[in-house]
């Protein structure tokens, strides 16, 4: 499964922004999905995950609230719905995604997925 990022860009704080992680497969119905950022010198960070379903998300603590991640299986796509933006939520986001079966909640840590995408930049001025 190739997966690619998309939607990011420049938006003002307290501004919102929808990006995509599009999936090359069917298999991606298979697969939960998880949303990472990452700021330079700084370790990769969890955002959101959702399961194969889509009935069973987690979020980080710092996004609660505030971003929703949702998917449609049937276009091979997730999101990550990113409303009250702080300059603090500026990074490369990237979509990553691992075979799970029906019932297991998501995973948060990036070590658990297989499949990721190349990232798109956000920037949220103050």
Same mark, same amino acid.
């Given at each position: 499964?190739?997966?690619?990022a ?9 501004g ?41 998300? =987690? ?16 276009? =091979? ?24 079966i ?17 990232? $798109?930049?956000? $920037?949220?001025?103050?």
């Amino acid at each position: 499964v190739q997966l690619q990022a998309s939607g990011g860009g420049l938006v003002q704080a307290g501004g919102s922004l929808r990006v995509t992680c599009a999936a090359s497969r069917r298999a991606f119905s298979e697969h939960a999905v998880g949303w990472f950022r990452q700021v330079p010198e700084k370790e990769r960070e969890f955002v959101a995950a959702i399961s194969r379903n889509g009935r069973m998300t =987690n979020y980080a603590d710092s996004v609660k609230g505030r971003f929703t991640i949702s998917r449609d299986s049937a276009k =091979n796509t997730a999101y990550l719905q990113m409303n009250s933006l702080s300059p603090e939520d500026s990074a490369v986001y990237f979509c990553a995604s691992k075979w799970t079966i029906l019932t297991v909640p998501p995973p948060v840590s990036g070590t658990e997925y297989h499949y990721w995408g190349q990232g $798109t930049l956000v $920037t949220v001025s103050s």
